[in-house]
């Protein structure tokens, strides 16, 4: 019987060798192969051993007819074999040392069948009898840059501080892949399933813990273990950020979560009122949680909530002023005395000279905009800038200019400028995105936050200030 | 005096000659080309005059010195002259039997300083005298395609149902654009700026008898005439749809809007009252509005809340059935006799076949969805459907795929299919956008509805929904 404490879970993210049960051997195009090019991909370093009962070899690596075949012990095991198989693979590990399996493969409690959840009931009992820990089933894994694992032959290699637990797959690669633009970077990240061993309080502690992580991502559909749970959570609060996105909160997501990951929702009113307790930003989708992943990794130093909102377009600074202040933030005017520096080298027809600062007009001389900013970065009336760029449509030459101005904010030292934020319009077609990307990335690889509305921007900092508040009220009384 | 009803702004909409007063001559760059650019890339085909001091040719076309010196007379003229210039030109044009002068520029009473407003007034003064109507000034004019006028290259050269009438030049590209890719079309587009003389209320009562508009679209920063514009309005909601984003809700926003269209804003709450009572969709953002559009262009048929969520993914199946009914919208469990109909060729592990429907592990045949889609269909549980695709990082080879689901929906008659509606989840990068967008283009373009997010369809859907019950309940009482 092993012990269940987050310190024992560290070799699943270190494995020192990996065999990949049930890899198909004929279809390249199979998804079992998608753990084997991940691996290469990312150039894991211990040995990988590939077991299929047709035996032969893949991309030049042997390919064992039985794991028993395999001459060495195994430290981490990812199985695609069939449902029915799986007890039987964990019995032919025992024999091999293997600390844990990762079970892919679908078809266990989750089908809503006797047959399923006799199997992952079996699953369990052998992982409790023979002291291997399971993942799953119904699940991704594990993606841990720092060890060169992965999942997908696309995400990052390299590792950053957010550490993501999720239940679901899907939703594990939709979200990394919603941020990696965009500058984030993760440490660990499971998608764990089913549960049937290893769940979420196992994770959540053992992230809670994990040195490398400061801001946890929690996608869930149901907990196993409520009162193990609530007291992980708690710790976890206490020590990192944590945002949650509660997956079946309604009756037609609950059913789905019961079908997904066999999973028992529970109400929407709980995990609000737990969320707000703690200090936990609850969100809603997948958007959402980029934007907030966005947010504290890039933006968590804005010390207020007063904003000056400067950019293009006399619509476009209505349209985010009312964002800002229907979300919760504020959009001071600035003072005469500013508006009267700006105005000496900046006309009045065609900008706004305000809070909002419309500077259409003289969008094609950057310098005079940096300086303006540069002004309003000054000003104690303010916590910090939000940049706002209508690229829909705009030609090449003016994405030369918008280049400028990030090259010139950036070049400043960092102490001189408030926190700044950027916020880009596109249009979702490939010439436009095209033109707009490289900037995107420029901004991202220099830790700017960039996002794609008024709304997702204004919503995902009144979050992250709102959780700071309250975590600071907290600390104060 | 002129008669101010609305018959009298048809000229506007299709002149027969068009003057482009104060175009720059040496510079292709300069913003003032826009104009003479847009109008021979839609081959407008009546006679265009070029008037600055400067003389000389631009793409062919001889440049006038003075207005004066064009020898036939002018329809309609759009000028760029500087703020102090304009009322000049409106004495030369009332020598030329000119109907309409659109002012571009900037400079008037929205730089809130004594001499804009005095030019403002001067211009409003001369249009009552001379009888020549003004739109604007500071706004881009009119796009009609009908009568190949617009003030961009790359709007859409086809004609469409929907007439938007902005007080922001921006936020009309803007929508326009935002809906471009997706199939929605235009009837006629008015950005009106300060409306010194026409303004929002002379378009609404154009756009509510205009045979070729079914649907308006308004942006609104702030109204010239209350008791007017209700009655516009009322009048317009009896015999269109109407959707509007009213700017300057907030205080931050509120300043906005008078420095860009020196527009009093008028309370959040009076505006939301009046729409409520009137049927009027109101939006917050262009992305809303967008959605909106696309909804009551491709998806006003569905008769009633109750959907059927199609699609891939089963952590994605979890987050759609928490939007929709979250939504207000309702997801039924399909019943078991259904269920056994599509497990006859589906298998369950993988799958979630209840409602959502998640047929992820059989996604690589198109046919077997389209059985299923076919057979919910027919169900009379349900009022519409959505499918729902995560192309966030696909292969081409799965995209192949994604275009025999669809090619097999179309070639289905429309009868035998209830409203279906898509949502294509993607990454906003280069290489990802170039492979999804001749999917979105095939979907527009035969008149299906594409969302980007589950939040915005299901949003979008339930303020169409709203708006219909509503309208129909007034009917019955």
Redesign the interface.
């Known amino acids: 019987m092993p012990t269940f404490n987050s310190e024992s879970l560290e070799p699943l993210f270190y494995p020192t060798s990996i065999a990949l049960a049930g890899i198909t051997v004929d279809n390249p ?1 199979h998804w079992t192969r998608t753990f084997l090019d991940s691996l290469l991909e990312f150039q894991f370093e211990g040995p990988l051993y590939l077991v299929n009962p047709k035996g032969g070899e893949i991309r030049g690596i042997k390919v064992y007819r039985r794991f028993a075949d395999i001459p060495q012990d195994v430290d981490y095991v990812i199985s695609t074999v069939p ?1 029915k198989a799986a007890p039987g693979l964990i019995e032919e590990c025992a024999h091999k040392g293997v600390k844990a399996v990762h079970f892919c ?3 266990f409690s989750e ?1 809503g ?1 006797e047959e ?1 959840a006799r199997l992952e009931a079996q699953l369990a009992d052998l992982s409790r009898r023979t002291g291997i820990r399971i993942i799953g089933p119904n699940c991704m894994g594990i993606y841990c840059p720092g060890s060169r694992m992965s999942f ?1 032959t ?1 995400f990052p290699k390299e590792s950053g501080p957010v550490g993501f637990i ?9 979200l990394i ?2 941020v ?2 965009r500058g984030v970077r993760f440490s660990k990240v499971i998608s764990y399933g089913n549960a049937c061993d290893l769940n979420e309080s196992d994770f959540l502690e053992y992230l809670a813990s994990d040195p490398e992580t400061t801001i946890i991502g929690l ?1 869930i ?1 149901g907990i196993k273990d409520g009162r193990r749970f609530r007291q992980a959570l708690e710790k976890a609060a206490r020590e990192k950020v944590i945002v949650l ?1 509660k ?7 609950a ?3 019961a ?3 066999g999973s028992l929702a529970g109400s929407e009113r709980i995990w609000d009122s737990l969320c707000k307790h703690l200090g936990i930003i609850q969100v ?4 959402e949680f980029a934007d907030l992943l966005v947010t504290l990794r890039f933006m968590s130093d804005a010390g207020g909530r007063r904003v000056a ?1 400067i950019g293009g ?7 985010i ?6 979300s919760g933030l ?2 001071p ?1 600035i003072t005469q005395e500013m508006r009267d520096r700006i105005r000496e080298f900046t006309p ?3 900008n ?5 600062i ?1 500077y ?2 003289n969008m094609t001389e950057p310098e005079k905009l940096l300086r303006t900013i540069h002004i309003i970065s000054q000003w104690e009336g303010i916590d910090f800038l939000i940049l706002f760029l ?1 690229l ?2 705009v030609p090449l ?1 003016v994405m030369d200019l918008v280049h400028k101005i990030i090259d010139g904010m950036l070049a400043e030292s960092g102490a001189a400028l408030k926190p700044i934020a950027i916020v880009v ?6 010439e436009q ?2 033109k707009v ?1 490289p900037f ?1 990335q420029k901004c991202s690889s220099s830790e700017l936050p960039v996002y ?4 997702s921007a204004a919503n995902a900092i009144n979050l992250v200030l709102s959780r700071n508040e309250k975590v600071l009220g907290t600390l104060q009384t």
């Open positions: 195009q449902a493969t679908a078809g089908i069948e399923g997908n696309d999720s239940q679901s797959g899907g939703n594990t690669g939709g892949r919603r990696m633009s996608y559909e996105l997956g079946g909160i309604t009756e037609g997501g059913r789905a979560a079908s997904h990951t809603h989708s997948l958007e909102l377009g006399g619509g476009s600074s209505v349209l002023a009312d964002e800002f202040e229907r504020q959009v005017p009045i027809a065609g706004i000279l305000r809070n909002p419309d259409s007009q209508d829909a449509w030459s319009l596109i249009d979702i077609s490939p995105v095209e990307y995107v794609y509305s008024f709304a």
